[in-house]
Structure formats: C-alpha cells, structure tokens
C-alpha cells in the first residue's frame, strides 16, 4: 500500500459513491478536538449536493483548495495522505470528520486505533484550512467536507482525475477505536477478508481496486 499513487487512473473516482451520511450537527469552529455545538443531536440523513455552499460560503472551495496547493508545495507526499485520511474518516461510520477528534474524557477516538496509529497524517493540514475557511464564513463548512474536498483536490493537483464531491456533511461529535479498528483493512486481511470488508460498505471487489490502486 506504500507505493499507492494517487494519479493512476480509476483512482478514487468511485469514491464519492460512498454513503455520506453523518450524525447532524452544526459546523463548530475548528477540526481538532471535541465539537460543542451541537445543533440536533437526532441522526439525520440530508441531501448532498455539490453547490451545498454556493450561497453560504461561496469561497468555501477556493479556499479549499488554496490550502491544498500550499500543503502540497510544502510536501508532495501530504497529497497521498489526505486521499487516505478520507478513505479513514468514511470507513468508521461514513465521512464525518470523526478520524479528525483527539481523545477526549468521554470517548477514546481512532487516531490510535491500529490501522491509524503512527501512519494517518494531515490532520493538521485540515486544521489549518479550517482556520482559513472560518476567516471567510464562520462555522459554515464542515471539517468533513473540507477533508472530502482536500482528497480530491490532492489527487487533482497531482496530476489524477477528478470528481465532483457532493457537500453538506455534518461532523460527528464522537469517535470509536473499536469501530475503526473493526471497520479499517489490517494490512494482514487476505483478499477474502478484504472483500468481505469492503462489501460492507456497498463497495465491490472492482471499487477496492480501484480505489486501492495500481503502480503507474
Ligand atoms: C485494501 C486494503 C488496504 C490496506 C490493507 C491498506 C493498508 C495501508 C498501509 C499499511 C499503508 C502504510 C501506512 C504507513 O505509512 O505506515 C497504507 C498507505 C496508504 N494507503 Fe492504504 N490500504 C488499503 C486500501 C487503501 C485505499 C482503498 C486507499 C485509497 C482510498 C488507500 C490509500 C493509501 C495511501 C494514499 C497511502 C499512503 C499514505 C501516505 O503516504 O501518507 N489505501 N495503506
């Protein structure tokens, strides 16, 4: 998995058919860290739509992508790890920023969990987009969909294709070592192990493929 690139073709483009759906809350002000304002705590499953901020945060996207270009001319290989920090955050209970949380007094998050531990990494580069997101619309965007909108633009700007990303995830207020530790492939599943996984996220042995790659 360590050779993984992200500009081969087919790469990630099935990706936005994983479901979406996250716990609704409002978007709080920052990625890291536990959320506080929580709006409705019902779960809920709105529509996505891709023009979800044109009018709320009509520089939501740009700013998106601002950051990602500048993480990228720091570090090309920030590209590869924020593709894998979505691929982390929609896995354990659909894409909903949960990977972002640090522990805290009432949950034990998936940043130690085993597939995570040590290896996820751009979690700051989020941050540091929200800080830039909130400066042009405050508590608009979600920490999710920024992360969702950073992996396509990686993939993007590194030369791959790309896709629409559908918006309008709300960030979870929690997190589960548990649920990422049984959700995440160890790097020990054999291939029946790993289709199994995968087709509990609706995605076939063609999606894992395709979304795990091939050496260019
Ligand atoms: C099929 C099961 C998969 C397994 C067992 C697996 C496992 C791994 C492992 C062990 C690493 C190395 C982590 C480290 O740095 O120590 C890795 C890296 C990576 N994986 Fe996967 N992976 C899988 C699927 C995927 C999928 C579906 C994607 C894309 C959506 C993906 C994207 C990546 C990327 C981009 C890296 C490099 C990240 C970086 O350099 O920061 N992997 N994977």
């Known amino acids: 998995a360590k050779s ?5 073709k087919h790469h990630l ?15 709080s002000a920052s990625c890291l860290g536990l959320v506080v304002l929580v709006a409705m705590a019902s779960a809920a499953s709105a529509q996505l739509s891709s023009t979800f901020y044109d009018t709320s945060c009509p520089n939501a996207l740009a700013t998106i992508k601002a950051g990602v270009t500048a993480a990228l001319n720091t570090e090309t290989r920030m590209g590869a790890s924020l593709v894998r920090l979505h691929f ?6 659909g894409c909903d920023g949960s990977v972002l ?8 998050g998936e940043q130690g969990a085993a597939p995570n531990n040590n290896s996820i990494r751009g979690m700051n580069v989020i941050d540091n987009i929200k800080t830039q997101v909130e400066a042009v619309c405050k508590q608009t965007v979600s920490c999710a969909d920024i992360l969702a909108v950073a992996a396509r633009d990686s993939v993007v700007a ?10 309008g995830r709300r960030d979870s207020t929690t997190a589960s070592k548990t649920n990422a530790e049984n959700d995440l492939p160890p790097p020990t599943f054999d291939l029946q192990n790993l289709t199994t996984l ?11 493929v395709a979304l795990s790659g091939t050496p260019r």
């Open 198 to 208: 995968f087709g509990n996220k609706q995605l076939s042995m063609t999606d894992m």
């Open 13 to 27: 483009t099935l990706w936005y058919s994983i479901t979406l759906v996250a716990r609704s809350v409002m978007a």
């Open 4 to 8: 993984r690139k992200v500009g081969q």
């Open 101 to 108: 949380l640090a522990d805290t007094g009432s949950f034990i």
């Open 158 to 167: 590194l030369g791959g294709p790309t896709w629409t990303v559908l918006l």
């Open 88 to 93: 982390h955050d929609c896995f354990v209970d």
